[in-house]
DNA sequence: AATTTCCTCAACCGCTCTAGG
DNA sequence: CCCTAGAGCGGTTGAGGAAAT
């Protein structure tokens, strides 16, 4: 037996919302508010639809202040930092960005964010995405992700936090190959690493890992904070690595200045402390089928389906691999 | 010009979390 | 505590428009 459903499906409108529900569900809620029920709001105001929908239409377009579309290029910094820090929580990352939803922001990394981070995916035939959509939905039905589900958003995150990290782990076996190096946000480039102690930057220019201009002068305290606090995450995983008997206190030094409120903050700081080990925790989950070093065999032998899209995919993949095997241990260790 | 393929994004689904009885 | 309803969240879908052939 399933749970009730939140409505009664038969009776129930779907798909776009026309202008004359718009209108209905607007007036409603600016003259009286949501009245605290969003389950009993939209018979109230002779609305034939779920109130999860009125409660999705209102926060993703009818609410005020609402932006759509062309994000700055802070705003991508933003997210990224986010992204790699904490990983898909998208309200949160909403919450960093005024004016801009959870929905909103997760379309755009999914469409266009990620593709220009981490190169463009090779172009799937259709019968592929049936395929994986047909795969995906059984796994769904299962009530049980797969293995490789499972690690794909903390590869994705790797890959980006190798991008970042590449420039202070002198160890990191593409460090020494040129076609690898990532472009560096300047503000990355945070008091835990300097040119001195990394000879590569020295002969790096600045530059921004989407691949603009950044005008150092006008990136404000907010962002530097953010990035700081990655930047500490990624000198903090270097030290562990090489003293693994330490207690692992990881610092993700996020400022107080960023604007998060009580409620946001208690879900940063579990969501944190949760994502902290979810590298870990994958590898443990299915460690006992070896799904990694199948996957890392699947990717030997099938490079022009990879997800990474690049031409160094079986050295970011095999490195990835190894990472995981280190944030295993650390987990294991500090635990 | 017609058809196919790709891309975007609004909306849905189903799960977890939380508050209240 | 346990149960339940509602809220909130993240993943996924699919319609429609754009671009490519």
Redesign the pocket.
């Known amino acids: 037996m399933?749970?009730?459903p939140?409505c009664d499906?038969a009776n129930v409108?779907?798909?776009?919302?026309s202008p004359e529900e718009d209108v209905k569900l607007k007036d409603y809620i600016d003259k009286y508010g949501?009245g605290?029920?969003?389950?009993?709001l939209p018979q109230k105001i002779g609305l034939k639809?779920?109130?999860?929908?009125c409660?999705?239409?209102w926060l993703?377009?009818l609410r005020p202040n609402i932006k759509?579309?062309g994000f700055s290029e802070e705003e991508d910094s933003i997210i990224l930092s986010l992204y790699i820090s904490i990983g898909?929580?998208?309200?949160?990352i909403a919450a960093q960005l005024p004016g801009r939803t959870?929905?909103?922001i997760?379309?755009?990394w999914?469409?266009?964010l990620k593709k220009k981070l981490l190169g463009r995916q090779k172009?799937m035939?259709?019968q592929d995405s049936i395929t994986d959509?047909t795969e995906?939905?059984l796994n769904?039905n299962n009530?049980n992700k797969s293995p490789q589900?499972l690690s794909n958003?903390a590869l994705e995150r790797l890959q980006l936090h190798m991008q970042l990290q590449n420039l202070q782990s002198p160890f990191s076996s593409f460090y020494n190959n040129p076609i690898l190096w990532p472009k560096l946000h300047p503000l990355l480039q945070s008091t835990t690493t300097t040119p001195n102690q990394n000879p590569k930057l020295a002969s790096q220019e600045s530059f921004h890992p989407l691949g603009v201009n950044v005008d150092h002068q006008h990136n404000n305290m907010k962002l530097a904070e953010i990035n700081n606090g990655v930047s500490s995450l990624y000198s903090e995983n270097v030290e562990q690595s090489q003293n693994p008997a330490h207690e692992f206190q990881p610092n993700f030094g996020f400022s107080q200045d960023l604007r998060i409120d009580n409620h946001n903050m208690d879900?940063m700081n579990r969501g944190v402390s949760k994502e902290l080990f979810q590298v870990g925790n994958e590898f443990e989950l299915t460690n006992s089928s070896s799904w990694w070093s199948e996957e890392v065999e699947v990717e030997r032998k099938t490079t022009s389906s990879s997800s990474w899209g690049s031409a160094s995919v079986l050295d970011q993949t095999t490195e990835g691999m190894v990472m995981l095997q280190d944030y295993a241990q650390m987990s294991y260790h500090s635990v």
């Open positions: 399933g749970r009730a939140c499906k409108k779907k798909g776009p919302w949501t605290g029920n969003w389950i009993a639809r779920c109130g999860k929908s409660r999705l239409r993703n377009y759509h579309g898909s929580r998208w309200s949160i959870d929905n909103d997760k379309n755009y999914n469409t266009k172009q035939n259709r959509s995906n939905n769904n009530h589900n958003s879900l």
